[in-house]
Nanobody
Framework: QVQLVESGGGLVQAGGSLRLSCAGSGRTFSGGAMGWFRQAPGKEQEFVATILWSGGRIYYADSVKGRFTISGDNAKNTVYLQMNSLKPGDTAVYSC????????????????????WGQGTQVTVSS
């Protein structure tokens, strides 16, 4: 059984930091990708960041560039999201997503190409 388990969400004041973790089990994602998406109430799911393990390429949404950092360990099926300078607009449920298949530059930002998802963790940023 494939599982992605997130941790690290919570409540933080604007300008603060949080670090999310995601641990995968039941399948290896080497050669594929692991990343993060978020969904705020009443809004569509939004790409945040991802690591394409093949080649080690990293991509960020424009809205988080310079504030968020994604990292991970391919061998351990883990990925992290360090979130700094948080804003109220970052409030959302953050979900870890992964796929064992390689993704192109036209696919990495779409949740449709990720086969496995975590349960999500709430991040709330107060003003």
């Amino acid at each position: 059984q494939v599982q992605l388990v997130e941790s690290g969400g919570g409540l933080v004041q604007a300008g603060g930091s949080l670090r999310l973790s995601c641990a995968g089990s039941g399948r290896t994602f080497s050669g594929g990708a692991m990343g993060w998406f978020r969904q705020a109430p009443g809004k569509e799911q939004e790409f945040v960041a991802t690591i394409l393990w093949s080649g080690g390429r990293i991509y960020y949404a424009d809205s988080v560039k310079g504030r968020f950092t994604i990292s991970g360990d391919n061998a351990k099926n883990t990925v992290y999201l360090q979130m700094n300078s948080l804003k109220p607009g970052d409030t959302a449920v953050y979900s870890c997503a992964a796929t064992p298949r390689g993704l192109s530059v036209y696919q990495y930002y779409s949740g449709n190409y990720y086969s496995d998802w975590g349960q999500g963790t709430q991040v709330t940023v107060s003003s």
